[in-house]
Every structure is written in C-alpha cells, then in structure tokens.
C-alpha cells in the first residue's frame, strides 16, 4: 500500500471525482471530507481524479482512499499518486487531466441529446406490457409531447438473462415497436448482466464457466436490488460475445436501437472471485462499462475510469425531494460528471427515479419539484421523463413541463455542436463558472453553469424561490425574457414558477 500527504496551498479548491459528491465539493483548507475510491460504494460513476482551482492534478490508477483535515489530504493506494502541477488554474487542472481519459471517437447517436427520452418505469414498473406500453406512448403524444427515444424498462423480458419478451405479456413485440416507430419513438430496452439462477440459460452458461465464481470455485449468487443472481465475467470473451449477440439479435429481430444498462456496480465484485482473467472489481465495472459504450444507443449509472468514453451517464435514482440526493444535488453532481469527463449525462428522471416516492400509498406529490427538476434538466446534454406531469400535475404545472422539453429542443442543434466543439476544445461539456471563468472567484457556484461556450444556465433548486443571484461574467448576455446584462456583475433577477432563466453570450 502506497501513503502519501499533499498539503493545500492557501485558497486552494479541490473536486474529487466520486460523483454523487457533488453536493459536498470543492474542498478547502477547511474540510473534513472522507472518501473510497477503491470500495466505493456509491451508485454512480467514478473517477480516480482531484481537480485543483491552482492547476494541480491528482491521479491514482487502481482508485484511492482520501482523508481531508486541516488542509492536508492523506491518501492510500495500491498505486503510485500522481501529482501533476499545472500552474495554472481549474482549465489547466482540465486540460492536463485528458491523458486519464479515453480518448474514443464521439459515437453517439444525435437523437440522444436533440428530443426528450421517455422511460417506462416509474408509470409501469413491473407492469411492463404490450397494451399498457401502447397506450403510454400515444398518451405522451396526445399531450403535445414530441416523440423521442421511448425506453422499455424492467420486466419486458422473460427473466434475467432470457432476453426475449414475455409471452404472457407481449402478442406481438414486434408489431408494437414497429407501431411506436410509425409514431416517431425509437425504442430502447432494459439490461443488466445478471442471470436468473433458477433457469435453463444459467445453468448452460454455467456450464460454459461464463459465471464469476466464488473462491471456493462455486458459482457466485450475488444479492441485488431485485433479487440474487449469477453475474457474468467480462474477462472471459465467450461470455462477452454471448451477451453481446444476445442483445445484437434484439435489435435485429424487434429493431430495438439500443439499450439501457443497469447494475455493473462494484458491490457485485470481491477481491477474491475468480474469473476467467484476473482483474480487480474495478475493472471488472470498468467492462462492463467499455461493454456498454459499442452501442451507438446506450444509457448507463455506473462507471470507473470511463471519462472520454461514448457513454450517456445517468445520475443515480434521486428522490422526490429538495435535498442533495433529490433536486439539490443535480447540479452539483452534473457539473461534477463533465469536469471529470463524463460529459453525456442526464440528471435522472424528472421528479425524481427513486420510484418507492411514487408508490400510490406513500404518494406526496409536490408539484412545484416536478416542475423546477424539469427546467433543471431541460439544459443538462440529455432530458429523461419517467412519470408523466399530466397525470399527476395540474394542467398549468404540465404546460410547464412540456414547455422545458420544448426548450431542450431548441437547444438541440447547440447541444450537438457544443459537444463537437468541446471535443475539439478539450472541455468539458456542462461547465462549472470557476473552470471557464478563474479570475472570478466563481469556485462556490453550484447552482449555475455554462452549457457550451455561450449558454449561462440558472436554474431555480430549492422551493418556493422566486428571486435568484446570478453571477455574470465578463460580457454581454442576453436573457431568456429579453433582458440585456453587461457583465461582470451580480444581479437579482426574477424567477417565477414559470421561468427557466438563462442568458446567451
């Protein structure tokens, strides 16, 4: 185990690349922050990385364990820690980052980013069904919603790892994709890497050695959130190819374009299973994670070291509420995801994923949240729905939502070119004011960003709030009501419930 201790320098800012920590960066000579990055047991991604307002870099390759106190940062690895020194700021801090990433040509299809995508989950849940998926894609445009991509999530399939549609549930898939394609979907499935133990295909890949194992040599049944299954080893190419005709043959047989893939998280791994080829569970998430990314349609919550990948990553299952793992955390956690290269990324569904807060019995519905979460991630690079406003909001509060969808898509063709030039930039995406803006003391600024080079994004992320403080850098912006504001300065502006405010430089 290799030690090290890095001392901050005064007025140093540091943001660490565990993601759902977004709420808590960046760090001063003021913090006391823990943090595992070897075992970590967060549900989204993860980069080994520190990004300093100073322009110094910091990088362990197997992940690292953290300790903050005092200014000084107390780190254990299993690998060198690297400290680059930039002397710069967080931009050079950024760019010197880029040879952590990979560096993969951008294969993701447009529509990703250009409409609003429609997950089936939290309306059907376990109801997953011909009729019922039918009668969900017609209601979206009966509502004055546009067709986008329509994910099928969750119990389509016969069981885990028979990934063929039920047919006590489906007549004819075929029939019923083929129909939401005539009204403008295209449509994604539900995926994991788990087989069902109590079925015939588990115990053919059993039998094949397709199955992480234990360390007594027994195949490995791991607990997950829906159940206990076998969980493939991607170190082994016969099972990698197995799972990867499987899913090819969806797409041909049902013209499926592409998949949503859950799980892959490091608490399905240990230390000591064996595998085809060893490897550590980190990188057994990592795969996973490179699995994923030969899908031009792809959709993925978990990831380690996969920064520069052609992945959409979706924040973890937030909850119906206004605290940091619910509407408070989406852009602290989005801003993080782009600066430390997850660039393609969607703040959850709106209203929140975690759908026990959507369970008839517990429902408390706030209808203010559901529409500020859609303003808020109608400029993130992707826009997802899962429960639909006009079922469970007033008319005027369900405009408001379709009218956040509707500027998602007039920002399409700038989200597609932002992501381009960002490429070309080498810079993130989403970006935190601080990165673009340094002379400005912006490092505290959580509740704004830049999307691009010329779009200030300000959002409303707390309720009843009808006034904000906009900090506008050096320029002129002009504002989504018309408003002309030379900056720099601060400025309060109004935000009724209404209003998503932003300004183009």
Same mark, same amino acid.
């Given at each position: ?100 990433k990979s560096s993969v040509d951008f294969t993701l299809d447009e529509t990703l980013f250009k409409v609003p995508q429609y997950n089936s989950w939290i309306e059907l849940m ?91 040599g027994t195949t490995a049944i791991r607990e997950w959130w829906n159940g206990y299954s076998a969980v493939l080893d991607f170190t082994n190419p016969e099972a990698y190819k ?18 949503? *893939?859950? +799980?892959?998280? !490091?608490?399905?791994?240990? #230390?000591?299973?064996?595998? /085809?080829?060893? $490897?550590?569970? @980190? ?74 807060? *959507?369970? +008839?019995?517990? !429902?408390?519905?706030?209808? #203010?949240?559901?529409?500020? /979460?859609?303003? $808020?991630?109608? @400029? ?126």
């Amino acid at each position: 185990m290799i030690n090290k201790e890095i001392q901050m320098l005064e007025n140093e800012k540091w943001w660490c690349g565990c993601i759902s920590h977004g709420s808590q960066m960046p760090l001063d000579n003021k913090s006391n922050y823990d943090v595992d990055l070897y075992n970590h047991a967060t549900h989204n991604q993860v980069m080994p990385l520190m990004l300093s307002s100073k322009g110094r870099v910091i990088w362990s390759d197997s992940g690292f364990r953290l300790n903050t106190s005092g200014g000084k940062m107390s780190f254990e690895s299993h690998t060198e820690i690297e400290l680059t020194d930039t002397r710069g700021n967080l931009m050079t801090a950024y760019r010197e980052s880029k040879k952590y990433k990979s560096s993969v040509d951008f294969t993701l299809d447009e529509t990703l980013f250009k409409v609003p995508q429609y997950n089936s989950w939290i309306e059907l849940m376990y109801n997953q069904s011909e009729d019922e998926l039918l009668k969900y894609a017609q209601s979206i445009l009966d509502e004055g919603y546009d067709p986008g991509i329509l994910m099928i999530d969750d119990n389509w399939q016969e069981d885990y790892g028979v990934w063929e549609f039920s047919g006590s549930r489906f007549r004819d898939p075929k029939g019923m994709i083929d129909k939401m394609k005539k009204m403008g979907f295209k449509v994604m499935l539900w995926v994991c890497p788990f087989v069902s133990p109590d079925s015939l295909t588990f115990r053919q890949l059993r039998d094949k050695d397709y199955f992480i194992k234990n360390a007594d040599g027994t195949t490995a049944i791991r607990e997950w959130w829906n159940g206990y299954s076998a969980v493939l080893d991607f170190t082994n190419p016969e099972a990698y190819k197995w799972f990867k005709e499987k899913l090819d043959g969806l797409m041909d047989d049902y013209g499926v374009v592409g998949f949503k *893939f859950d +799980a892959g998280d !490091l608490w399905n791994y240990k #230390e000591d299973d064996i595998t /085809y080829k060893k $490897i550590s569970p @980190l990188d057994q998430v990592k795969l996973y994670s490179e699995f994923c990314s030969e899908y031009e349609y792809n959709e993925l919550r978990t990831g380690f070291k996969t920064a520069g990948l052609p992945l959409t990553q979706r924040l973890c299952d937030k909850h119906h509420n206004w605290e940091s793992d619910g509407v408070g955390g989406l852009l602290p956690d989005g801003i993080l995801q782009s600066m430390m290269g997850f660039d393609y990324n969607c703040p959850d569904m709106i209203g929140g994923g975690e759908y026990l807060n *959507f369970i +008839a019995s517990s !429902l408390d519905l706030d209808e #203010e949240l559901v529409v500020r /979460y859609a303003q $808020i991630a109608a @400029l993130f690079p992707i826009m997802q729905f899962s429960v639909s406003p006009w079922r469970v909001l007033s008319k005027e509060n369900n405009d408001l939502c379709l009218q956040a969808a509707k500027i998602h898509q007039k920002f399409g063709d700038y989200i597609i070119e932002s992501v381009h030039q960002s490429i070309k930039d080498n810079l993130p995406l989403m970006r935190h004011m601080a990165l673009m803006y340094p002379e400005n003391n912006y490092e505290h600024l959580n509740e704004q960003f830049m999307l691009g080079d010329n779009l200030l994004v300000a959002p409303v992320v707390s309720s009843k709030q009808y006034k904000k403080t906009v900090y506008f850098p050096q320029g002129r912006w002009t504002g989504d009501d018309g408003s002309i504001v030379e900056g720099p300065c601060e400025k309060e502006i109004q935000v009724p419930i209404g209003r998503l405010a932003y300004y183009t430089k």
